[in-house]
Nanobody, 121 residues
Framework: QLQASGGGLVHTGGSLRLSCAASGRTFSSYAMGWFRQAPGKERECVAAITWSGGDTYYAVSVKGRFTISRDNAKNTVYLQMNNLKPEDTAVYYC????????????????WGQGTQVTVSS
């Protein structure tokens, strides 16, 4: 089970840190991804990380502003979001999959419940 938290309402230029806590089993051997879905849009991967944390992926739209990290001892993955823009407004989901990190949602088998991020202009 994955539990995402940390969303909220911020102004343009603000920061938020999302957390995704895993319970029930260890996800230290799983790749993790953060996805977002805005109203009327498809779910997209904004960041992903390998089980070791040694490799990461960022969508072009967030590169340089978002940082994904993980603490396997705490079974938790984070998404630090800086310099937020109104177009970052969406529900953010964390997800887990065995093997290498991927960017397509259907390749992830475990999903958190989502946390709302709203960026006001």
């Amino acid at each position: 089970q994955l539990q995402a938290s940390g969303g909220g309402l911020v102004h343009t230029g603000g920061s938020l840190r999302l957390s995704c806590a895993a319970s029930g089993r260890t996800f230290s051997s799983y790749a993790m991804g953060w996805f977002r879905q805005a109203p009327g849009k498809e779910r997209e991967c904004v960041a992903a990380i390998t089980w070791s944390g040694g490799d990461t992926y960022y969508a072009v739209s967030v590169k340089g502003r978002f940082t994904i990290s993980r603490d396997n001892a705490k079974n938790t993955v984070y998404l630090q979001m800086n310099n937020l823009k109104p177009e970052d407004t969406a529900v953010y989901y964390c997800a887990a999959k065995r093997g290498w990190m991927e960017v397509t949602p259907h390749q992830y088998g475990d999903w958190g419940q989502g946390t709302q991020v709203t960026v006001s202009s």
